[in-house]
């Protein structure tokens, strides 16, 4: 019973891109030219030749951040948890600004904060955690802490805008 549902149904979508072609292959054309205008843009922003980009991002090695240890609150163990949850929360599509907040809330000590800035490091930025045909197009590099808040995180969403920017500053860095 189920496998006549099943070629039924395939029976039916054969029939309607039998019958709509056309304005299949309009809907496919025009995603693919916003995909590679969308890629052109990104490579555009960057300037003829590079010459106006930023190659300050992600350009140097990571240089971790000095931590008085007689004032720091948290574990290695404790940073390197913290580091993951604010890299996770920003990794995939959509940024999870709530978690950020959560962790961010925990860090309101300068060496604390330093301590999970050194253990995040550098990550390449790109989206899904693994190097895509769009992370090739649109462009990846190794962030650090600071810098993927940067990407990730806006004036649109002021609440945690306003907290990372409090935190990282009381920490002595730069945002």
Do not use: C, H
Not at 12 to 40: D, E, M
Not at 94 to 105: E, K, Q, R, W
């Amino acid at each position: 019973m189920d496998s006549v549902k099943f070629g039924n149904a395939v029976s039916k979508t054969g029939t309607f891109i039998q019958s709509n072609k056309k304005p299949l292959l309009y809907v496919g054309g025009a995603i693919a030219i916003v995909v590679v205008g969308y890629a052109i843009v990104k490579k555009l922003q960057g300037g003829i030749g590079g010459f106006l980009k930023d190659t300050s991002v992600g350009a140097t090695d990571f240089v971790p951040q000095s931590v008085d240890v007689t004032k720091v609150t948290i574990s290695d163990a404790t940073a390197s948890t913290y580091a993951n949850q604010l890299w996770n929360a920003m990794k995939d599509m959509g940024t999870d600004t709530s978690m950020i907040s959560a962790v961010l809330n925990k860090l309101q000590k300068k060496d604390d904060f330093l301590k999970v800035f050194n253990a995040f490091g550098r990550k390449s930025y790109y989206l899904q955690g693994e190097p895509t045909l769009s992370a090739y197009l649109f462009g990846f590099k190794n962030l650090d802490l600071v810098e993927w808040f940067n990407k990730e995180v806006g004036y649109l969403n002021y609440p945690t805008y306003s907290l990372i920017q409090k935190t990282v500053k009381n920490a002595g860095l730069t945002i």
